[in-house]
T-cell receptor, first 115, second 113 residues
Framework: NAGVTQTPKFQVLKTGQSMTLQCAQD?????MSWYRQDPGMGLRLIHYSVGAGITDQGEVPNGYNVSRSTTEDFPLRLLSAAPSQTSVYFC??????????????FGPGTRLTVT | LAKTTQPISMDSYEGQEVNITCSHN???????ITWYQQFPSQGPRFIIQ???TKVTNEVASLFIPADRKSSTLSLPRVSLSDTAVYYC??????????????FGGGTRLMVKP
């Protein structure tokens, strides 16, 4: 299993540009989520999904859209990039509801810089 | 969601046992306690999870007192490679709130030679 994969690893955008960060998992996990981590800070939840076709907002959803058309993929779209969105973005997944674990598997992250 | 409080940083030396305590005074009946480790430039990695008393795995032990208002992550005989940020999360795994657990600032552990 590849686990959770993210592309690209690095990205530089100009203010106002849009882009999609890709995330995929091959563990058949129902739950997937996106976090951002600013330098020296903890992770903040952007959006999450409890299954294909179902998404919901996290702590800091403004400026981001998500969709979940398949179990495997959970892309994060930046609508109009702003310097405040400069951060490292992590995608994570975990097993289905009812499992007695909160073990999330994280991807390697995408380092985004907005100039 | 239960609020957690951890020390911002800790220093230790190789070979010592390290105990990191997390306070969660408003923990709810169905909440579990989970710890993650994060190395620089990497995503967090699950370490251990528990509900009450003591849990041990090959990496760490988790001690939870009877009132569950705090928990202690114990790392035996740390090495330089244990230098990382450690996060404590508390929440109900089986509710929608459990999908929104967030990571606070964590505890930065520095292991010195």
């Amino acid at each position: 299993n590849a686990g959770v994969t993210q592309t690209p690893k690095f990205q530089v955008l100009k203010t106002g540009q849009s882009m999609t960060l890709q995330c995929a998992q091959d563990m058949n996990h129902e739950y997937m989520s996106w976090y951002r981590q600013d330098p020296g800070m903890g992770l903040r939840l952007i959006h999450y999904s409890v299954g294909a076709g179902i998404t919901d907002q996290g702590e800091v959803p403004n400026g981001y859209n998500v969709s979940r058309s398949t179990t495997e993929d959970f892309p994060l779209r930046l609508l109009s990039a702003a310097p405040s969105q400069t951060s490292v973005y992590f995608c994570a997944s975990r097993a289905r509801k009812g499992e007695k674990t909160y073990e999330q598997y994280f991807g390697p992250g995408t380092r985004l810089t907005v100039t | 969601l239960a609020k957690t409080t951890q020390p911002i940083s800790m220093d230790s030396y190789e070979g010592q046992e390290v105990n990191i305590t997390c306070s969660h005074n408003n923990i709810a009946t169905n909440d579990y306690i989970t710890w993650y480790q994060q190395f620089p430039s990497q995503g967090p990695r699950f370490i251990i999870q528990g509900y009450k008393t003591k849990v041990t795995n090959e990496v760490a032990s988790l001690f939870i007192p009877a009132d569950r208002k705090s928990s202690t992550l114990s790392l035996p005989r740390v090495s330089l490679s244990d230098t990382a940020v450690y996060y404590c999360l508390v929440g109900d795994l089986h509710s929608n709130a459990g999908n929104m657990l967030t990571f606070g600032g964590g505890t930065r552990l520095m292991v010195k030679p």
